[in-house]
């Protein structure tokens, strides 16, 4: 993974410096662990976008691999992270975790979307755990297996769709209530924040059902919509 800088003179409207996600190899395979540590300081902002999808592959021998990334935003900081989609590669076994530690009033954007498997093929088998805790208060808790065929059996599993979508939101202000149209939802969380999660047969129309839910959020208008 490479980190690109975005030059100054194409500098984010907001005064966030933005960051590239550059996959410089292919990774993850079966057996690779990679992690991803983010620091934010006081004040700072920090917008991390990818350029590609990730690939989740299989490995030449039957491990998983493990795709890892920590964030810590301090007092007044801000982080929005939004990498492109992870696809899951039919046989591959893929485990991803997301830990995010906030500070006082501190703020965070983080978009997970999930691709079981490429056009005309089974999924591979995916692990997700997410934790955002905001001055050791936990906020969000919440992991997610996909790409059992024992689930899938199930009428109930993800509906059909092979595309999941979700983003945690941290910001100024939360949903009053939760709200819901076709195949999306925005929930406020017990103790701050919100969670927008939509589902849907292919990566555009998932881009489109999440920026749904997400213009039902208070913070909206100061949102970076680009999907």
Do not use: K
């Not at 620091?39 to 030449?60: D, F, K, M």
Request: neutral net charge; hydrophobic residues 45%.
């Amino acid at each position: 993974m490479t980190l690109v800088p975005r030059r100054t003179a194409a500098a984010s409207r907001d005064g966030a410096a933005v960051v590239h996600l550059v996959s410089s190899a292919a990774t993850p395979l079966g057996g690779d662990e990679v992690e991803l540590r983010v620091r934010v300081g006081p004040g700072a902002r920090l917008r991390l976008r990818g350029t590609a999808a990730t690939l989740a592959l299989p490995g030449q021998h039957p491990a998983a691999s493990r795709a890892t990334v920590r964030i810590e935003v301090a007092d007044d900081g801000l982080v929005e992270y939004l990498p492109e989609p992870t696809v899951v590669i039919a046989r591959a076994q893929h485990h991803a975790e997301l830990d995010v530690r906030l500070g006082t009033r501190a703020r965070v954007r983080c978009r997970d979307t999930l691709i079981l498997g490429r056009h005309g093929e089974p999924s591979g088998a995916l692990t997700t755990t997410t934790r955002v805790v905001r001055e050791d208060v936990p906020l969000l808790q919440q992991q997610l297996a996909v790409g059992s065929s024992q689930w899938e059996s199930g009428p109930a599993y993800l509906a059909g769709s092979r595309v999941l979508a979700t983003e945690t939101v941290v910001w100024e202000h939360d949903p009053p209530a939760a709200t819901s149209g076709p195949w999306w939802s925005l929930v406020p969380l017990p103790s701050g924040g919100a969670l927008a999660s939509t589902l849907a047969t292919d990566a555009v129309a998932a881009g489109h059902r999440l920026a749904a839910a997400l213009a039902h959020h208070p913070d909206a208008n100061v949102f970076d919509t680009a999907w």
